[in-house]
């Protein structure tokens, strides 16, 4: 089983930028296409970016193409998501998710395509 832990959340200003970190470790981290998703306080948990499991491929939610980048580094196990110009809408637990199905240039943005879940990272957008 792979374990799945986020980190880099916070309480930001709106403008600010904010990098969310998902440590993978257990399984081999390049096996794993990778995602985030966020759930803000009474609403569904939605998607926000995916990354294949070479890298080569990205996929973003409409409310955050051109001011976020998700990114991996497989020698610290790690996949990245960097956000820019945080709004007050951007608040929500941030979750971290992977999954060994899928080919390794494909993406997804529906939770039903992943399988392993972190406990998520909280994060603050001040207006």
């Known amino acids: 089983q792979v374990q799945l832990v986020e980190s880099g959340g916070g309480l930001v200003k709106a403008g600010d930028s904010l990098r969310l970190s998902c440590a993978v470790s257990g399984r081999t981290f390049r096996a794993y296409a990778m995602a985030w998703f966020r759930q803000a306080s009474g609403k569904e948990r939605e998607f926000v970016a995916a990354i294949s499991k070479a890298g080569g491929a990205t996929l973003y939610a409409d409310f955050v193409k051109g001011r976020s980048t998700i990114s991996r580094n497989g020698f610290e196990n790690t996949v990245y998501m960097r956000l820019n110009s945080l709004k007050s809408e951007d608040s929500a637990i941030y979750y971290c998710?992977?999954?060994?199905?899928?080919?390794?240039?494909?993406?997804?943005?529906?939770?039903?395509?992943?399988?392993?879940w972190g406990q998520g990272t909280q994060v603050t957008v001040s207006s």
């Open positions: 998710a992977a999954d060994a199905t899928m080919d390794s240039s494909d993406t997804s943005r529906f939770e039903g395509s992943y399988d392993s």
